[in-house]
């Protein structure tokens, strides 16, 4: 950094600054907590809390060892302080590492109600999501002065993606906020030497891979921006301890290179030191344990949705797509200007190219190799970085005031304005170009739109339709009957427990239909024609844009299509014990239903007499 820039960073001119970028992180806050309060829970949240509290409470971290325990620790740590809920599961659930009857148990058959629960649990991370918009200013600001900085600040306060990983009881934000921490402390370092410098660098890695085992790129990722730093910037990374001029003349490339190998082990020694505390010195048998299973788990890949074609293997532009229709327009222009403008204004150095841009480059192409194409949070920790380097748009010679304001403000509050336009439903966020979030079930699915997080808006649309039962296809893993919700079951992939025998009253004034996006798509079943009835019907409304309702009053088509439904779906598929002859049965009254709407509909005649042979 600059004497110049330290100057403009100093200067009494930039308080107003400052002040707007506190408010941002402000308004980050506000939104996250709107968001937290309008979602229910999403599909991993149950399991991360109760995982996390079993750590805390008994020191045992055999439920859900695929992801390290930090985040889920500091998730639980406010619910066992503010309401000391005892930990007693089920002890055949317990012995068997049965997670998700665990975590289901522990946030819905709790002595406090699941909202209280949860919103304590989502606040640790929000917390740190507001951190993480704070220092993607406060580098910037190191960078290119306080103009920088909140430039950086406000996109990172309305990028849509952060604000719901932020509110949620999952490891991303976390695991975006230590990759970004490990590499400013790394910057910091090649400013100025010191111990300090050095151990937060550690510090951050070992946190990073205490809070999701994606992050051991950062082993990869450490050494290629130190060497790159020393090699194209001539950084020097040597121990703060040693003199490497001496009073002599600038050593070479190579004798940097060596002079940087201690610091590298010494980074990689404290973040092996970190380890151990956060699963309170229980040696690292568990961690090892876990990344085991993970790598395991990527092999087989994951079912999965990319512009309307299924795979398990993944596809090379999954991410590249995702990242440019689920990231707001005028963010996307800005960074795109921050590269073409690269020579005007504070011109781009090699050293900024590769603490910035090189561990973007990296973690795309990773995750574009990778088998596990469910969301764009697998590449999360790219925004901040990349709002850094936005924020150097604002040293171009523009001239001060309101044009300078409206080159530069004006994009970053668009981009409020885009995000802002679908809160508090950030989680299914996409941009305009791609038609908005109604459109997109078009590109992607599960935790792009749908990660179950609607079925507290669902109860609240039957409250205000008068609607006392539906028919619910929910992908997700709350309980629907815990929040109010009556409904006779309709396939999809996700749900815990055996439904229950409730079936549509006849005569019914309105026969409505909820089905999440996942179960419409049929992204995790084999028969993607599951629900192919539903195509060419315009859905009445869409709770939160991840689920979507349908009025099947009078449909003698609906009702015949549903009831192939339920014998098309294959039980195992649907992961619920003992599926089959339920299944069997909730065709029957749909089967009836045609024939009372169409008495001379032999194929709705037929199979219902094999189903009543057969039962």
């Known amino acids: 950094m600059t004497h110049e820039t330290e100057s403009r960073l100093k200067s009494g001119k930039n308080r107003l600054a400052w002040g707007i970028s506190a408010a941002l992180v402000l308004a980050f806050l506000v939104q996250g907590l709107a968001f937290l309060q309008a979602n229910s829970q999403t599909s991993d949240e149950a399991v991360h809390l109760a995982a996390g509290y079993s750590y805390l409470e008994r020191a045992d971290f055999r439920l859900n060892p695929e992801h390290p325990p930090l985040i889920k620790e500091l998730s639980a740590l406010p619910v066992l302080l503010a ?16 997670e998700w009857g665990i975590g289901r148990d522990f946030l819905y058959w709790s002595p406090l109600s699941w909202e209280r629960i949860l919103f304590a649990a989502r606040l640790p991370n929000l917390f740190l999501g507001a951190l993480l918009a704070a220092l993607t200013g406060w580098w910037a600001a190191r960078l290119w002065g306080a103009w920088a900085g909140t430039l950086a600040t406000a996109l990172a306060a309305f990028e849509p993606n952060l604000i719901a ?103 990689v ?142 994009p970053a509050a668009l981009t409020a304005v885009s995000s802002l336009a679908v809160a508090p439903h950030q989680l299914a966020y996409f941009n305009e170009l791609a038609g908005g979030p109604a459109a997109g079930p078009r590109y992607l699915s599960d935790s792009n739109i749908d990660w179950g997080q609607d079925l507290k808006g669902l109860k609240a649309y039957m409250a205000r339709e008068g609607l006392p039962m539906i028919y619910l296809a929910y992908f997700g893993n709350s309980p629907p009957a815990a929040l109010g919700i009556r409904f006779q079951y309709a396939p999809a992939y996700g749900q815990l427990e055996r439904p229950g025998p409730d079936v549509l009253p ?58 192939g439904t339920y014998l098309r779906a294959n039980p195992r598929e649907l992961g619920i014990p003992a599926l089959d002859k339920v299944l069997s049965e909730l065709a029957i009254p749909e089967l009836e239903k045609v024939l009372k709407l169409d008495p001379s509909n032999a194929d709705a005649a037929r199979l219902l007499a094999s189903l009543r042979a057969a039962g």
């Open 506 to 563: 006849e005569g019914t004034p309105r026969e409505v239909m909820a089905i999440s996006v996942c179960a419409l798509q049929s992204v995790h079943l084999r028969d993607k024609d599951l629900y192919a009835w539903l195509a060419g019907r315009e859905p009445i409304a869409r709770i939160g844009y991840s689920i979507y309702v349908y009025d099947l009053s009078g449909d003698l088509a609906a009702h015949l299509g549903l009831a």
């Open 269 to 410: 020694i404290i973040a092996a030191a970190v380890l151990p505390a956060v699963y309170f010195f229980h040696g690292y048998s568990t961690w090892w344990e876990g990344l085991r299973r993970v790598l395991a788990h990527e092999k087989g890949g994951h079912s999965a949705f990319f512009l309307g074609e299924y795979s398990r293997e993944g596809w090379l532009l999954y991410f590249p797509v995702a990242f440019a229709i689920k990231t707001p327009v005028p963010t996307l222009l800005l960074i795109a200007a921050a590269l073409a403008l690269f020579r005007r204004g504070a011109r781009l150095s090699r050293k900024e190219i590769v603490f910035l841009l090189l561990p973007v480059i990296v973690l795309f192409l990773a995750a574009m190799q990778g088998r596990i194409d469910i969301g764009v949070r697998y590449v999360l920790p790219v925004y901040p970085l990349l709002f850094v380097l936005a924020g150097r748009l604002a040293t171009l010679p523009i001239p001060a005031g309101w044009k300078k304001g409206l080159a530069l403000g004006a």
């Open 165 to 267: 990983h932020a509110s949620l009881v999952t490891t991303d934000l976390g695991a975006t906020l230590f990759i970004f921490l490990t590499l400013y402390f790394l910057w910091e370092y090649s400013q100025a030497r010191s111990w300090v410098k050095l151990l937060g660098s550690g510090a951050a890695m070992g946190l990073a891979l205490a809070t999701k085992y994606s992050t051991v790129i950062l082993l990869g990722i450490v050494p290629a921006v130190v060497l790159a730093a020393v090699l194209m910037g001539g950084a020097d990374f040597s121990l703060p301890s040693s003199d490497p001029r001496g009073g002599r003349p600038r050593p070479g490339a190579a004798r940097l290179v060596g002079r940087a190998l201690p610091f590298l082990l010494a980074v």
């Open 83 to 98: 309401y000391g809920i005892p930990f007693q599961p089920n002890e055949r659930l317990w012995q068997a590492a049965e």
